[in-house]
């Protein structure tokens, strides 16, 4: 196996792609010999950098979706009674300016439902001149399945990013939610795409998917010129059909970050929801290709906090700065 993860090494580091098949192999290769490969994969094609971000729940609950993993759903009981609509711009802008002097680069707006209205997007479109102007955190955007035309709009106000989860592979997909399609969501960041704005795109791990759905995920992604990857770690919510599903533990979200980095050797491989379940705030995941993390707290489950990230980022030896971009 060691010969398999070293010649998988060096066709990343010479340009080469890792196709499905040779993805697969490393699913049962040595864990410390892959996540080790993966670190110097990263080390070599992304130096240092290392790319936080935070997100706002800029709209909250009572969402039309169904997806099982969701304490937001309006499908499922949960303690998460909390509902409002869209926030204002003082609001937005004072979550803004809190990240900016904390000295996170990455501030992204993120909406329950299945999108927003033409009138929510002019209306956060506002908010996001008004965040650009004031300070020069970048803004990203979760607004659901948009098209080309408002993605323009919020492009020409002052955001770069947008962030659509694939979730998991097409496959699995459907078990997971029944009330949009896998195709809508690749459609929607064709279209943030077509707009201009960078595209960031992965999935949760732990939702009774396999290594073969995880990595065929990736490789839309990859596929679709995706270069920042969420990866959430399942936090079996209460009231919702995963809540009795066992969360991954540290080494497979170690293995998975490490494949991840050898099929987007360029990528900012971001960990998100539920690190705090790994015990170790992601310390080893950030020394298995990981380069990026979400901080804070997440839209219904508590974070780690910024100031706390801050300091495991430079005791693993990263600086923070933005990357793709």
């Not at 080390?43 to 800029?58: H, K, W």
Request: aromatic share 4%; glycine share 10%.
């Amino acid at each position: 196996m060691h010969h398999i993860i070293e010649q998988l090494k060096e066709k990343v580091l010479s340009g080469g792609q890792v196709n499905k098949e040779e993805a697969l192999l490393l699913a049962d290769a040595p864990l410390e010999e892959l996540t080790g490969a993966a670190d110097e994969i990263r080390r070599q094609i992304c130096g240092t950098g290392f790319d936080i971000c935070t997100i706002i729940n800029g709209k909250c609950g009572r969402c039309s979706e169904d997806c099982k993993y969701c304490a937001q759903s309006a499908h499922y009981h949960t303690a998460c009674g909390e509902h409002y609509p869209l926030l204002d711009t003082e609001a937005l802008l004072t979550g803004a300016k809190h990240n900016e002097a904390q000295g996170v680069l990455r501030y992204s707006i993120v909406t329950s439902g299945r999108r927003l209205s033409d009138r929510e997007v002019d209306q956060v479109c506002e908010s996001i001149r008004v965040i650009r102007r004031e300070t020069s955190i970048e803004v990203c955007v979760s607004f659901g399945l948009l098209g080309e035309e408002q993605f323009r709009k919020i492009r020409e106000a002052g955001a770069s990013r947008v962030h659509c989860n694939l979730e998991t592979s097409a496959r699995y997909f459907p078990q997971v939610c029944t009330t949009h399609t896998y195709e809508e969501k690749i459609e929607t960041l064709k279209a943030a795409k077509r707009a201009g704005l960078s595209i960031c795109s992965g999935g949760i791990l732990g939702l009774g998917e396999t290594m073969e759905d995880r990595i065929n995920m990736v490789l839309t992604a990859r596929n679709l010129g995706v270069k920042s990857v969420p990866m959430n770690l399942l936090n079996p919510i209460p009231g919702t059909p995963y809540e009795h599903h066992t969360p991954l533990g540290n080494e497979e979200a170690c293995r998975c970050a490490a494949i991840f980095r050898f099929l987007i050797p360029d990528a900012s491989i971001r960990l998100a929801g539920g690190r705090g379940l790994v015990g170790d705030k992601g310390a080893r995941c950030f020394r298995s290709g990981a380069n990026a993390a979400i901080s804070g707290d997440m839209l219904t489950t508590a974070g780690i906090t910024v100031e706390t990230d801050m300091e495991l980022i430079r005791e693993s030896g990263f600086e923070v700065k933005l990357y793709n971009g």
